[in-house]
């Protein structure tokens, strides 16, 4: 399969606690939803699209996308949305999918094809940027997952697991190291990151003017 065949699912399961409650991927950001431009984002990147939202689907109907809950109660928390990332995926043949997140809207144009030729042997890629004083911070809703884990998932997730790097220590994930300045993983989780986010977007086109 080529990097440009491995489905994506877009990770929009989440509370949004901090931004009020509600959908904060479909929240404006200079003209267009952070959904929309995470979907233009990864697009180029990869194959067919899923978006895992929990609650009516039909708020996303506008955006054409197959629509998958999390099969975990409780909103478990990002490895829910994992895992019911690889069993569509599984459902439609593919080995592998490639996640990111919906509030999050300035991640690599290369991330596919820099986690596929750095996943090595590894059945796990999760992107990473470097840190002063740990060497490198994982981005764990940024990775390339193979379907074939997702039984194992489901076992852990129904045995209390949460954190997304105790699950991938234990299958030997591959970190790999994208450039951190300006952050490409920055996510939209307050109404400040959200004004800071518009704050980027418009210096990049006063940028482009000159």
């Not at 440009?4 to 877009?10: S, T």
């Not at 939202?53 to 949305?81: K, M, Q, T, W």
């Amino acid at each position: 399969m080529a990097d440009r065949d491995i489905p994506a699912v877009i990770l929009a399961g989440g509370l949004s606690s901090r931004m009020g409650g509600g959908d904060k991927c479909l929240l404006d950001l200079c003209g267009q939803t952070l959904l929309t431009r995470v979907i233009n984002r990864i697009g180029p990147q990869a194959g067919p699209m899923a978006l895992n939202a929990n609650g009516p689907a039909s708020r996303f109907a506008d955006y054409g996308l197959p629509v998958i809950a999390d099969s975990v109660a409780e909103f478990p928390g990002p490895l829910a949305g994992v895992l019911a990332g690889l069993d569509w995926a599984a459902g439609i043949g593919a080995e592998r999918i490639v996640t990111v997140a919906a509030d999050t809207p300035f991640f690599p144009t290369d991330l596919v094809d820099r986690l596929v030729t750095d996943i090595g042997s590894a059945p796990i890629a999760l992107a990473a940027t470097p840190h002063p004083k740990r060497g490198s911070l994982r981005q764990p809703t940024f990775g390339l997952w193979s379907t074939a884990l997702r039984d194992d998932l489901r076992a852990a997730l129904a045995g209390g697991v949460r954190k997304v790097v105790i699950w991938t220590d234990k299958h030997g994930a591959a970190d790999v190291l994208f450039d951190a300045s300006p952050d490409p993983f920055f996510n939209v989780n307050t109404p400040e990151d959200l004004a800071a986010a518009r704050q980027r977007i418009e210096a990049r086109i006063e940028e482009s003017r000159t």
